[in-house]
């Protein structure tokens, strides 16, 4: 079980450090144990994010994306309508 006040060993440095989710740092506790250096975590969902994990096992920060999902509706309703050529 994760939650707030459990130990995981990764120092969290972001600016708003209560405002990480549990599924990112599992995330970053996980690949840190198994790369066991540097790292970023991607993991796909609504959004696509990518978590910076320092050669010291810090979650430095994230970036986030559109999902696939969610790109590929928006793609399909703003695209041009392209035609093909018989």
């Not at 440095?13 to 970053?28: F, I, Q, S």
């Not at 096992?57 to 790109?71: H, M, Q, R, Y």
């Not at 928006?74 to 041009?80: E, F, N, P, S, Y």
């Amino acid at each position: 079980m994760i939650g707030p006040g459990v130990r995981t060993g990764v120092p969290i440095r972001t600016e708003n450090p209560h405002e990480v989710g549990a599924d990112r740092l599992v995330n970053a506790v996980a690949a840190y144990d198994r790369v066991g250096g540097a790292c970023i975590v991607v993991d796909f969902g609504t959004t696509i994010n990518y978590d910076v994990v320092s050669a010291e096992g810090e979650l430095l920060g994230a970036i986030f994306t559109p999902g696939i999902e969610i790109s590929m509706e928006a793609l399909a309703r703003r695209a041009a309508r392209l035609r093909t050529s018989r």
